[in-house]
């Protein structure tokens, strides 16, 4: 079966997504923002920068989506993490104590090229522990 709306060199099988798809075709490859990191709060209402390793830049010739979020906090208090594109928040993701979340994203916005991805956290001032964090993401070259 074929999607009519998909452009001809898209063809998807009854159980191939796009994304699927779009990377089998070479379009399109998975990025992962992941990793363990300790955290110190600075406030609840004081999202920052988790780490370095958690800034992502669109790569000039493509866009990329956000697919889903995964994240789990070793605290013992609520924190939120959020997702940021270019200094504005865009997705807020509250995970309890002790506990974890997993978010297929339903609405998935394209970036473009030269976009800034950042994952921040915030939590209660004075808070110590650990967030688990894995975000995949798809990069889809220009034509894609």
């Known amino acids: 079966m074929h999607d009519v709306s998909s452009p001809p060199a898209l063809l998807l099988s009854v159980q191939e997504s796009r994304h699927q798809a779009l990377i089998r075709l070479g379009n399109a490859r998975p990025v992962f923002l992941q990793g363990a990191y300790p955290f110190a709060g600075r406030g609840f209402f004081e999202p920052h920068l988790l780490h370095n390793d958690l800034r992502y830049t669109v790569p000039e010739g493509c866009t990329?989506?956000?697919v889903y979020f995964r994240a789990g906090n070793l605290s013992d208090d609520l924190v939120y993490v959020n997702i940021w594109a270019d200094g504005q928040?865009?997705?807020?993701?509250?995970?309890?104590?002790?506990?974890d979340c997993h978010v297929s994203l339903a609405i998935v916005e394209p970036h473009v090229a030269g976009t800034q991805?950042?994952?921040?956290?915030?939590?209660?001032?004075g808070l110590t522990g650990s967030l688990v964090i894995d975000i995949g993401l798809l990069e889809i070259r220009e034509g894609g």
């Open 117 to 125: 991805l950042e994952i921040r956290l915030a939590a209660p001032r």
């Open 64 to 66: 990329s989506e956000i």
């Open 89 to 99: 928040a865009l997705r807020y993701f509250p995970i309890g104590p002790k506990n």
